[in-house]
């Protein structure tokens, strides 16, 4: 991991009042930063404003540089261009020290020799904050996350689940301007993982805290999120709701990053009203805008938009079923249409679940779908 041990101490005491809150202004602002290590450019023209008490996400593939934008947040890394405000304020000569900012990484990270309690009071001692208001706050921080009386604890007597609230807890104490989360589920088991989403969502709302968190998951990025930054090489593909993102997918690679989509490549015909596919077949599409016949287009579906068997839709693929999986209720659904084979339907079950070589009919609608240029941008 790029994550440097330095990240994985807890934040350094801010100075009471050093960066007050901004009202109306962004809890966080990027203005076209680049950061490089050495010659590297990690981050290109990343331009974020980021609403007091919302929920971001910074959804991308390992090395896409989303560390590195939280460590240039939290003063872990220096900026090469650009700025950064945090609550109105330009915090490029801010030391880390003074930056108000909580911080929850993928490691627990907690002093294994200190029990909860003074994990927990870390960032409070640092800031001379008296031994009975303390005490007040750390308990009020363990009942935030579900661990109440767990003062005495050492971090070895519980588990990833419950280390990975300590560390919330340590990280939410101080009331940060801002608060921090790289990956902090990924260590954690399936099942906790999706406990773990609801729980920082609700305390984020209960604390009206803001919020930045990093994944490269991207149902973590839909459930949680209030908006998503989807990153790709160092630069941003997309921002927007966790809807906009899914349904209208701004390139290619939000497309295939945001879940399973169908790709069906084709040329215009019709002025952009319908699409010749490579497999011979004809669909209608509603383009925005007029298009010249002939240019190469794709044509984005998502498996949830493909209905199977009589059902609506003014656009029919028939294709054979190259593989099915029954999920209860639902079936997903592999098949080859005119020898593309990869065409994924995700659709309720009407009578049985169609088997491997049956023929098979889809219906999908033309606003169900996102059209793509060559350059995978898509036409709007
Ligand atoms: N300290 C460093 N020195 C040199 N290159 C780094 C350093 N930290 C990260 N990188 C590189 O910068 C890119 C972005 O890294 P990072 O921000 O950690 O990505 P992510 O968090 O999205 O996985 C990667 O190519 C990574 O190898
Ligand atoms: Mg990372």
Do not use: W
């Amino acid at each position: 991991m790029p994550d440097s041990q330095e990240l994985s101490q807890p934040p350094r005491p801010a100075t009471a009042g050093a960066l007050s809150p901004g009202e109306e202004k962004p809890a966080v602002e990027f203005r076209d930063i680049d950061i490089a290590y050495g010659k590297f450019v990690a981050v290109r023209d990343f331009s974020l404003s980021i609403a007091k008490g919302s929920f971001v996400t910074l959804l991308g593939p390992s090395g896409c540089g989303k560390t590195t934008i939280l460590r240039s947040i939290a003063g872990l890394v220096d900026i090469s261009d650009g700025q950064i405000m945090i609550g109105g304020r330009r915090v490029d000569d801010v030391p880390i020290y003074k930056r108000n900012i909580g911080l929850v990484f993928q490691s627990y990270a907690l002093f294994p020799h200190k029990n909860v309690f003074d994990n927990v009071a870390f960032g409070l001692k640092y800031r001379n904050v008296p031994k009975p208001e303390i005490v007040r706050r750390v308990g009020q921080a363990l009942e935030m996350v579900r661990l109440p009386g767990s003062e005495k604890k050492l971090p070895s007597q519980l588990s990833g689940g419950q280390q990975q609230r300590i560390a919330l807890a340590r990280a939410i104490v101080f009331e940060p301007q801002v608060l921090l989360l790289d990956e902090p589920l990924s260590a954690l088991d399936a099942n906790m993982r999706e406990e773990m989403r609801v729980e920082i969502k609700k305390i984020q709302k209960e604390t009206g805290i803001t919020a930045i968190f990093v994944t490269h998951d991207q149902e973590e990025a839909l459930s949680m999120s209030d908006r998503i930054v989807v990153m790709n090489a160092g630069a941003v593909e997309q921002i927007g709701t966790p809807q906009e993102v899914y349904d209208t997918p701004a390139t290619a690679f939000v497309a295939n990053f945001l879940g399973k989509a169908n790709m069906l490549a084709g040329t215009v015909s019709r002025s952009g009203q319908a699409v010749v596919l490579a497999t011979g077949q004809t669909i209608n599409v509603a383009c925005p805008r007029p298009l010249a016949d002939g240019s190469k287009v794709t044509v984005v579906v998502r498996p949830q938009k493909l209905s199977v068997g009589a059902a609506a839709g003014a656009n029919r693929l028939s294709g054979r079923v190259v593989s099915a999986s029954y999920l209860g209720g639902s079936a997903i659904y592999e098949i080859d249409i005119g020898g593309q084979t990869n065409i994924r339907a995700n659709a309720p079950i009407s009578g049985r679940v169609l088997r491997e070589g049956e023929a098979i009919d889809l219906g999908f609608d033309p606003e169900g779908c996102v059209l793509l240029d060559e350059d995978g941008q898509r036409i709007s």
